[in-house]
């Protein structure tokens, strides 16, 4: 009778199964949905990406099970196929030369754009009316009413602000503005940049000249200041764009090998990129204090133009390599964005467009987690949990 009671206590009935197991998919859904929530965030966060790109990087010519367990005969048509893609990755570094030389020669192309934007942000030309003139796009042109609402209200103000100062000449602040319009780059301004910044009249961008080696130039132009007395500061990147002979599988375009800055002759006091502090020290003896003035380094957008030397052996120190990778890539970003399209950094466009870029991926997420709920509700064998919310003593369980 014991064991007859025994199995009567263990077994259940099938109705209290199916609300168990209703419970378990219940709770095996809010998980999914979850861990699918947070695998977005993640594969939005450059880091982790990062952290992931340069481990699926390590994996690259890592042996695996499965080719241990090949046939040899298979495993020498295997190696073949490895000594094709050897001769891939050189084409390849041809291709990037190739693509560095058009870079070089449409460069001269745009070149006497630039230098008429340059002119027209300092004030050295000013645009006719026709240059002037713009065209909106459709999601900006408004009813004609409006605009000729807005049109006398700005003439208002303008005679308003030339009754109160004189004209302002060119484009003021241009490049500064840009700078603190970028994540990227104002992250690098500390307050006591901006004055400098506000000198600046260009960046331009040089390449090297055909038959040397890969490299870039990035040069600033500053007018005229009360800081230092140089014209121009300079950032040369140094680029190889072939297969590393002990690892040629990483080849991935090419890459930035090193980076040279410039010596800023500052005028004296006004170095930002140093700062003085003052430290009491007391003497373990005779109990006496002295104030010690020492000279430290202090965070500057300039130190940009001093970055770490690379050594012979291409060994650094963490924090070397990570201040390395974050000036590689803000000078990759200079060259590719920041110089074509400086005017739409410094309006917001540039920026919007990288905003909605980021939006769409969230839309497209959504619309496939819509595609499901409706798959869901589609399906014939689909039923509605009787209770979304569980009671918590159910959860435990």
Same mark, same amino acid.
């Given at each position: 009778?014991?064991?007859?009671?025994?199995?009567?206590?263990?077994?259940?009935?099938?109705?209290?199964?199916?609300?168990?197991?209703?419970? !378990?998919?219940?709770?095996?859904?809010?998980?999914? @949905?979850?861990?699918?929530?947070?695998?977005?965030?993640?594969?939005?966060?450059?880091?982790?990406?990062?952290?992931?790109?340069?481990?699926?990087?390590?994996?690259?010519?890592?042996?695996?099970?499965?080719?241990?367990?090949?046939?040899?005969?298979?495993?020498?048509?295997?190696?073949?196929?490895?000594?094709?893609?050897?001769?891939?990755?050189?084409?390849?570094?041809?291709?990037?030369?190739?693509?560095?030389?058009?870079?070089?020669?449409?460069?001269?192309?745009?070149?006497?754009?630039?230098?008429?934007?340059?002119?027209?942000?300092?004030?050295?030309?000013?645009?006719?009316?026709?240059?002037?003139?713009?065209?909106?796009?459709? !999601? *900006?042109?408004?009813?004609?009413?409006?605009?000729?609402?807005?049109?006398? /209200?700005?003439?208002?103000?303008?005679?308003?602000?030339?009754?109160?100062?004189?004209?302002? /000449?060119?484009?003021? !602040?241009?490049?500064?503005?840009?700078?603190?319009?970028?994540?990227?780059? @104002?992250?690098?301004?500390? %307050?006591?940049?901006?004055?400098?910044?506000?000198?600046?009249?260009?960046?331009?961008? /040089?390449?090297?000249?055909?038959?040397?080696?890969?490299?870039?130039?990035?040069?600033?132009?500053? %007018?005229?200041?009360?800081?230092?007395?140089?014209?121009?500061?300079?950032?040369?990147?140094?680029?190889?764009? *072939?297969?590393?002979?002990?690892?040629?599988?990483?080849?991935?375009?090419?890459?930035?090998?090193?980076?040279?800055?410039?010596?800023?002759?500052?005028?004296?006091?006004?170095?930002?990129?140093?700062?003085?502090?003052? /430290?009491?020290?007391?003497?373990?003896?005779?109990?006496?204090?002295?104030?010690?003035?020492?000279?430290?380094?202090?965070? @500057?957008?300039?130190?940009?133009?001093?970055?770490?030397?690379?050594?012979?052996?291409?060994?650094?120190?963490?924090?070397? %390599?990570?201040?390395?990778?974050?000036?590689?890539?803000?000078?990759?970003?200079?060259? *590719?964005?920041?110089?074509?399209?400086?005017?739409?950094?410094?309006?917001?466009?540039?920026?919007?467009?990288?905003?909605?870029?980021?939006?769409?991926?969230?839309? *497209?997420?959504?619309?496939?987690?819509? !595609?499901?709920?409706?798959?869901?509700?589609?399906?014939?064998?689909? %039923?509605?949990?009787?209770?979304?919310?569980?009671?918590?003593?159910?959860?435990?369980?």
């Amino acid at each position: 009778m014991a064991d007859l009671d025994n199995k009567d206590q263990t077994e259940m009935d099938p109705a209290d199964m199916e609300d168990v197991e209703d419970v !378990e998919e219940e709770e095996t859904g809010e998980d999914n @949905s979850k861990a699918r929530q947070l695998t977005m965030q993640m594969m939005q966060n450059p880091q982790i990406l990062a952290a992931l790109q340069e481990r699926l990087d390590g994996l690259v010519g890592s042996p695996s099970g499965y080719m241990e367990s090949l046939p040899k005969v298979v495993k020498r048509r295997v190696n073949a196929l490895k000594n094709l893609q050897v001769k891939c990755a050189h084409i390849e570094a041809k291709f990037y030369e190739e693509v560095h030389e058009l870079e070089r020669k449409y460069a001269a192309l745009y070149q006497p754009l630039f230098d008429k934007r340059s002119e027209i942000v300092r004030a050295a030309y000013e645009p006719t009316d026709e240059e002037c003139e713009w065209k909106p796009d459709e !999601e *900006e042109e408004l009813t004609v009413s409006k605009q000729e609402e807005m049109k006398e /209200k700005a003439k208002v103000e303008e005679e308003k602000k030339d009754e109160e100062k004189e004209d302002p /000449k060119g484009i003021p !602040e241009f490049w500064l503005t840009v700078f603190k319009n970028v994540d990227l780059l @104002s992250e690098m301004l500390q %307050e006591h940049d901006e004055p400098i910044l506000k000198h600046l009249q260009d960046i331009k961008v /040089k390449f090297s000249d055909a038959g040397q080696p890969m490299s870039f130039t990035l040069e600033f132009h500053f %007018e005229p200041n009360d800081f230092f007395t140089n014209t121009v500061l300079t950032k040369t990147y140094k680029m190889r764009s *072939e297969p590393d002979e002990s690892d040629p599988f990483s080849f991935d375009g090419p890459e930035i090998m090193g980076c040279t800055g410039c010596t800023i002759d500052w005028v004296k006091g006004k170095n930002v990129t140093l700062k003085t502090i003052k /430290k009491k020290q007391k003497h373990k003896g005779r109990g006496t204090v002295r104030t010690v003035t020492k000279t430290v380094p202090n965070d @500057s957008f300039f130190n940009f133009f001093s970055p770490p030397e690379v050594p012979e052996s291409g060994e650094l120190d963490e924090d070397s %390599e990570a201040v390395l990778a974050a000036d590689f890539e803000i000078g990759h970003f200079i060259r *590719e964005r920041i110089v074509p399209r400086a005017v739409l950094y410094f309006t917001g466009e540039a920026i919007e467009d990288d905003d909605d870029d980021y939006d769409e991926e969230g839309e *497209e997420a959504d619309d496939e987690e819509g !595609e499901e709920e409706a798959d869901e509700e589609n399906d014939p064998d689909y %039923e509605p949990k009787k209770d979304a919310n569980p009671p918590e003593e159910c959860k435990q369980q």
